[in-house]
């Protein structure tokens, strides 16, 4: 095996490496936006119930 066949599989080898941290990277960047979305959608309901609340009150303060 001479010296352009060793540089030829450590190429093939560092980009396959390369691939691979880039393909966890997608998958990383999916499951932080998938969590992004939960907690946007958790935040925006806690805010429902809350004006919600603050409507019931306003209601109950004016019927006296």
Known sequence: MGIADQFKDKAQ???DQAK???DQ???QAKERGQ???DQR???SSGMQDR???AA???RERFDR
């Open 41 to 43: 959608s958790d935040s």
């Open 13 to 15: 080898e560092l980009a």
């Open 35 to 37: 969590q992004a979305r």
């Open 56 to 58: 019931d009150q306003a």
């Open 25 to 27: 990277g997608k998958d």
């Open 20 to 22: 691979q941290k880039a």
């Open 51 to 53: 004006a919600q609340d």
